[in-house]
């Protein structure tokens, strides 16, 4: 059965005011706020109609009515207004994007600080699979006479560190020509295809003390390539939560920071979203800890390809149109705001 004009009307004062105030909306509460053009007695029979049609729910303790799950569905899918950011907000965005602009994994953290903080909800973040990302150099630097410092950087701005403590000293000019060798011999190769090469022996024919060398240091660059091979879960504002009336009954609460522990869950529920804004509400989603829980997420894309994922998640009452409007602009510029220089080698560095 279509909704009336008159009841859309209704329906939608109802969603804007209680996602508002968080609290049940009555039939005087819309005479008076609304200019809707009719009568009290009016309003409540629409609103026992719209009850009854499964658009809102009735609270024991309370004479007022709230939406239900279908009610911000329908809220989301046709009658939500579109929220445009201020002017200041998206160049305070764009700068904070760009703090860490030559560090994928920093800029990502970033956006989910960011988007937990105008939104004031739960954020996360999941970088990019890395199965065809490419190596784009390699460097070993010095830190005493038996640490060095593995850095490997690939082509989309992915940067790990890692301390290797060597079984005996090394020359720090050996340790630069390796560094050089490793990237002119990987540079532009998928990952995955790194970790199916006898990278010592590759090595063995330039200079035997290079190969000894290589072999203090393979078994902790292989495990560091696997681990870049893995996307990463970032999370922001887990106390959030606390600020909302939803959440007052502690048990409730308990339940919700116990959901978002589950980090690896979390990251793959992430995963399997679809491309895209994509919004699910109270028992749309699959898990039952998030039936609560209305769960946003969007996709951005890294040098045009590797796709990530930014999410919220929070009650059901919530501002849909502004966090919304917040992701679409943080995803469209997640990518202009990350570049890679494309002169970068290992010989600029350190």
Do not use: W
Request: with cysteine; net charge negative.
């Amino acid at each position: 059965m279509e909704l009336s004009e008159r009841k859309l009307k209704i329906l939608q004062a109802i969603i804007d005011d209680f996602i508002f105030s968080a609290e049940p909306v009555g039939s005087r509460t819309l005479s008076k706020k609304y200019q809707l053009g009719i009568s009290p007695a009016t309003i409540r029979n629409e609103m026992a109609d719209l009850e009854e049609m499964g658009y809102l729910t009735h609270p024991h303790t309370s004479a007022g009515r709230v939406p239900s799950d279908r009610a911000y569905r329908l809220y989301v899918d046709h009658l939500m207004s579109r929220y445009n950011l201020p002017g200041e907000q998206q160049a305070s965005i764009r700068a904070k994007l760009t703090d860490h602009f030559n560090e994928l994994n920093k800029t990502i953290e970033k956006a989910a600080g960011i988007l937990s903080e105008i939104t004031h909800l739960t954020s996360f973040a999941l970088t990019p699979k890395s199965e065809t990302n490419k190596l784009k150099y390699i460097n070993l630097l010095p830190v005493d006479k038996r640490s060095i410092v593995l850095m490997i950087v690939t082509e989309t701005g992915k940067v790990t560190n890692t301390v290797l403590k060597l079984k005996q000293p090394y020359e720090e000019e050996k340790l630069q020509l390796l560094s050089k060798l490793m990237t002119y011999n990987y540079k532009g190769k998928e990952l995955t295809d790194i970790l199916t090469v006898d990278i010592i022996k590759n090595v063995e024919g330039e200079i035997e003390a290079l190969s000894r060398l290589m072999e203090n240091i393979m078994p902790e660059f292989l495990r560091t390539l696997e681990n870049m091979l893995n996307t990463e879960l970032y999370m922001e504002g887990l106390t959030n939560i606390f600020s909302f009336p939803e959440y007052n009954d502690i048990d409730k609460a308990k339940m919700f920071l116990g959901m978002l522990n589950k980090k690896e869950h979390i990251a793959r529920v992430l995963d399997e979203r679809a491309d895209g804004i994509m919004i699910t509400i109270g028992a749309e989603n699959p898990d039952d800890e998030m039936k609560d829980c209305s769960l946003i997420t969007a996709t951005y894309r890294v040098n045009g390809k590797l796709i990530g994922k930014l999410g919220v998640i929070g009650p059901t009452r919530m501002e849909y149109d502004k966090v919304t409007s917040v992701m679409e602009f943080m995803t469209d510029n997640l990518s202009k705001a990350f570049k890679i220089p494309e002169d970068t080698d290992s010989s600029k560095e350190g």
